[in-house]
């Protein structure tokens, strides 16, 4: 594996969603959402950022599968680690990996040139193959780093409720408690609010 991207399980303090109840339920009540699944996590341990993204999407037509066929994350090599969870496919009942297989290539963004702009960062750039209408595509990774620009300072901002429909949308957040003590939580509009809770 490269060095800034490597395949794990998900770090300790993710709460798993049961993606197959999930789907299982979505296809017992012959939904028609395309977006299942919107979960995204954060855990900050150790002055150290984890960020966790898990996405559920129905491919109900020729058009998603040509977009999830191929996977573009965008990240800085300087300080940030890609972690490959899962990339998988719910299909008649039965889960069928697609990450042993993909092709995987990296990318150098170079969109700036033009403007003798150069920000360093790279593309992952995953191809699956075999990808069919009315499958259901679960994949899961971490970003983990933090910009050093930001020094000792922690900041997130996440929209709880959708714009658009969405199956079942999960959002948590885990800190250990000496990055707590000064951790301040801000609410706009009409965001529902987080429930918190502590363990050891």
């Known amino acids: 594996m490269n060095d800034n991207f490597t395949t794990q399980e998900p770090p300790f303090w993710v709460k798993k969603v049961d993606t197959h109840t999930l789907f299982t339920n979505y296809l017992d009540e012959n939904s028609h959402i395309h977006q299942i699944l919107n979960d995204y996590q954060v855990g900050y341990f150790d002055q150290d950022e984890t960020y966790y993204i898990h996405i559920g999407r129905n491919l109900a037509d020729i058009e998603d599968v040509e977009y999830y066929s191929n996977l573009n994350i965008t990240f800085d090599p300087t300080y940030e680690e890609i972690i490959f969870h899962h990339f998988r496919v719910f299909r008649d009942g039965k889960w069928v990996d697609k990450l042993s297989n993909a092709k995987i290539n990296m990318l150098q963004r170079e969109e700036e040139l033009n403007r003798l702009v150069y920000d360093g960062r790279q593309t992952l750039s995953l191809i699956f193959y075999d990808i069919r209408t009315g499958d259901l595509f679960d994949y899961s990774y971490s970003r983990k780093g933090k910009n050093p620009a930001f020094k000792n300072y922690f900041g997130i901002f996440q929209y709880i409720n959708n714009r658009s429909e969405m199956y ?29 809770e502590e363990s050891e």
Do not use: P
């Open 168 to 196: 079942l949308s999960h959002i948590h957040a885990a800190f250990d408690k000496e990055n707590h003590q000064n951790l301040e939580i801000r609410y706009f509009n009409q965001e529902e609010k987080l429930e918190k």
